[in-house]
Nanobody
Framework: EVQLVESGGGLVQAGGSLRLSCAASGFTFDDYAIGWFRQAPGKEREGVSC????????YYVDSVKGRFTISSDNTKNTVYLQMNSLKPEDTAVYYCAARYGLGCGWYGMNYWGKGTLVTVSS
């Protein structure tokens, strides 16, 4: 069974940190790029960060550069999103998703997790 399971969300004060995890199973991890997306109520889903697990190529949306770090532990088939200096506007449901073959990208994701809620209080 293909699974992407997010964890690590919660409630944090502005300026605080959280580390999200995306545990993957049921597919060949190194053949996929893993992206983090987020969606706040009333807003479109946006891509946040992405990593190609095979070559560690990374991408960050401008709004999180310098604050968020994506990393991959291929021995655990897990991708992390370290989120520092959190702001209320980071509040959203965060999803991880996997895309086969072509590296990082925001379209054509093959698999999605169910999401984890991050709430940043002011």
């Amino acid at each position: 069974e293909v699974q992407l399971v997010e964890s690590g969300g919660g409630l944090v004060q502005a300026g605080g940190s959280l580390r999200l995890s995306c545990a993957a199973s049921g597919f060949t991890f190194d053949d996929y790029a893993i992206g983090w997306f987020r969606q706040a109520p009333g807003k479109e889903r946006e891509g946040v960060s992405c990593i190609s697990s095979s070559d560690n190529n990374t991408y960050y949306v401008d709004s999180v550069k310098g604050r968020f770090t994506i990393s991959s532990d291929n021995t655990k088939n897990t991708v992390y999103l370290q989120m520092n200096s959190l702001k209320p506007e980071d509040t959203a449901v965060y999803y991880c998703a996997a895309r086969y073959g072509l590296g990082c990208g925001w379209y054509g994701m093959n698999y999605w997790g169910k999401g984890t809620l991050v709430t940043v209080s002011s």
